[in-house]
């Protein structure tokens, strides 16, 4: 049974610093994906990572996937206020069905 | 694109009533997922349909909860009777079966509260 793990689960830091958020799963996949929620708000998709080495960026994110490793990483570069929410990755689980770790809440103070 | 649609957008009943929630897909998209989400639980899976046809319904929590979708343009999902523990926000999602990509689109939710 496929298993997705992020770590932190809770993140609280300071406008300007840099930080990374990780999600471990635990068996094989061919894709990966991270959404961003805000409160009170659905599911928006960030990226789509399919292949060993993938890296995309927009704007102060930037998500990596190491599919040996089973690891992808979120990395969040001079935070701002604005990037506040909590995060989740997904992982394929065969066909159409998506896996989701457990998010990531993100808060950014000033 | 109106993107997911979901009816109602919020929904308030009491212990033992019937409730029935709406989703539209993304016109095109073969694939719909029902999610809800709780604070204890995270994001679960309940139930998965590809071209109409239910593929996945582990995830449903018991026979209290039910799922129908008639055509590509509308699926439902119905509790009967509702408790207090099935308060959450339900989501709705599509997918197309464009592999490798498989993006899931999310609607705005239903928030459902059982008094």
């Known amino acids: 049974e496929l298993k997705v793990e992020q770590n932190p689960l809770f993140l609280s830091m300071q406008e300007g610093k840099n930080y990374t958020i990780y999600c471990n799963y635990s068996?094989?996949?061919?894709?990966l994906y991270w959404y961003r929620q805000d409160p009170g708000k659905s599911l928006e998709s960030l990226f789509v990572l399919l292949s060993n080495g993938a890296v995309k960026q927009e704007g102060r994110l930037m998500a990596s996937l190491d599919t040996k490793a089973r690891l992808s990483t979120l990395h969040i570069t001079a935070a701002v206020h604005d990037l506040s929410a909590t995060y989740f990755c997904?992982?394929?689980?065969?066909?159409?069905?998506?896996?989701f770790g457990q998010g990531t809440r993100l808060t950014i103070n000033p | 694109d109106a993107g997911v649609i979901q009816s109602p957008r919020h929904e308030v009943t009491e212990m033992g009533q019937e409730v029935t929630l709406r989703c539209k897909p993304i016109?095109?998209?073969?694939?719909l997922f029902w999610y809800r989400q709780t604070m204890m639980r995270g994001l679960e899976l309940l139930i998965y349909f590809n071209n109409n046809v239910p593929i996945d319904d582990s995830g449903m929590p018991e026979d209290r909860f039910s799922a129908k979708m008639p055509n590509a343009s509308f699926s439902t999902l119905k509790i009967q009777p509702s408790e207090p523990r099935d308060s959450a926000v339900y989501f709705c999602?599509?997918?197309?079966?464009?592999?490798?990509?498989?993006?899931?689109?999310f609607g705005p939710g239903t928030r459902l509260t059982v008094l």
């Open positions: 016109s095109g998209h073969n694939s």
């Open positions: 999602a599509s997918s197309p079966d464009t592999l490798p990509y498989n993006e899931q689109f």
């Open positions: 997904a992982v394929g689980g065969g066909a159409q069905k998506l896996v």
């Open positions: 068996t094989t996949s061919d894709r």
